[in-house]
């Protein structure tokens, strides 16, 4: 069965400090990845993508991913934590053979502090 | 350039009344998606169109839900009757899809539905 997973629900921080959030996902074709992030009230905003090619992907706000295929895995980095980075985070799966849906992991909440 | 749009923002209603919720998706997209997050369940995918037709609803959780996309510009997520554990941040997204599998969507900023 196709699945998505974020080991860790929550992750603190200290601002300034490198972040690295975990997504590990079970598919049985090539797999389109994206992270998302949601501020609280606010909707899921597209952070990054990974469809085929360069297996390390920049995305907005300072983000970058990288592709594993051994360790199925699409962990998401940012050298530098700025406080306004708290939020919650989404890692996403889909693939050709599963046509438009996209598989949302549970989420990881980031707490940045001081 | 907007964005997706959904109206409304919030909604609080009492169990048994009807509630629809709108969305307004990206002008050019041909791909519509209802989600529904909650603390215990996350988020959950509930139907989604593609050119306007229903493509899979096999998330829709019971016939109390239904969903209509008369037009490229606009879809509703009707509750009928409603009830208090329908309460939930509904998400409407859109994406442009090429027939070569699943793109990114983007998301509108969600309606909060109370029941009490």
């Known amino acids: 069965a196709q699945s998505v997973t974020q080991p860790d629900i929550h992750i603190t921080v200290s601002e300034g400090a490198s972040l690295e959030l975990r997504c590990n996902y079970s598919?049985?074709?090539?797999?389109?990845l994206f992270w998302y992030v949601q501020s609280p009230g606010q909707g899921l905003q597209l952070l990054l993508k990974y469809f085929s090619g360069d297996t390390l992907v920049q995305g907005i706000k300072g983000f970058e991913a990288e592709f594993k295929r051994s360790q199925s895995s699409f962990n998401l980095r940012k050298p530098s934590v700025h406080w306004s980075d708290a939020a919650e985070y989404f890692c996403a799966v889909g693939s050709l053979s599963s046509g438009y849906a996209l598989n949302f992991g549970k989420g990881t909440s980031l707490l940045v502090t001081p | 350039d907007a964005g997706v749009i959904q109206s409304p923002r919030h909604e609080v209603t009492e169990m048994g009344q009807e509630v629809t919720l709108r969305c307004k998706p990206i002008?050019?997209?041909?791909?519509l998606f209802w989600y529904r997050q909650t603390m215990m369940r996350g988020l959950e995918l509930l139907i989604y169109f593609n050119n306007n037709v229903p493509i899979d609803d096999s998330g829709m959780p019971e016939d109390r839900f239904s969903a209509k996309m008369p037009n490229a510009s606009f879809s509703t997520l009707k509750i009928q009757p409603s009830e208090p554990r329908d309460s939930a941040v509904y998400f409407c997204a859109s994406s442009l899809d090429l027939g070569q599998g699943a793109y990114e969507q983007y998301f509108g900023p969600g309606t909060r539905l109370t029941v009490t």
């Open positions: 598919y049985g074709a090539t797999p389109y």
């Open positions: 002008s050019g997209h041909n791909s």
